[in-house]
């Protein structure tokens, strides 16, 4: 079954850390850029981050530059966006999706079901 699991999410305190992890299982994200969208209550979709599959280059959202970093470990087919300097508008749900258009969001394959970041004090 071909599918993306995201993990790592939870309630943080403002200027807490996080990481997500995104796990791919049947297929290998080698060729594939992986994106990381959130998605808050009463708000658009926004595309937070994208690593690409050729040579890892990344980019950010202006809201998010300076505080979250996307990596990726083909060996362990996972993407991983650790989050820092959290603050409450970066409450949502977070999803990561495979990308086949080089991080031009155009070709989103595979989604995964998301996982919830909470920014609270």
């Known amino acids: 079954q071909v599918q993306l699991v995201e993990s790592g999410g939870g309630l943080v305190q403002p200027g807490g850390s996080l990481r997500l992890s995104c796990v791919a299982s049947g297929f290998t994200l080698d060729y594939y850029s992986i994106v990381w969208f959130r998605q808050a209550p009463g708000k658009e979709r926004e595309g937070v981050s994208c690593?690409?599959?050729?040579?890892?280059?990344?980019n950010y959202a202006d809201s998010v530059k300076g505080r979250f970093t996307i990596s990726r470990e083909n060996t362990k087919n996972t993407v991983y966006l650790q989050m820092t300097s959290l603050q409450p508008e970066d409450t949502a749900v977070y999803y990561c999706?495979?990308?086949?258009?080089?991080?031009?969001?155009?070709?989103?394959?595979?989604w995964g079901q998301g996982t919830q970041v909470t920014v609270s004090s």
């Open positions: 690593i690409s599959s050729r040579d890892h280059t990344t």
């Open positions: 999706a495979a990308d086949a258009s080089d991080c031009a969001y155009t070709s989103l394959e595979v």
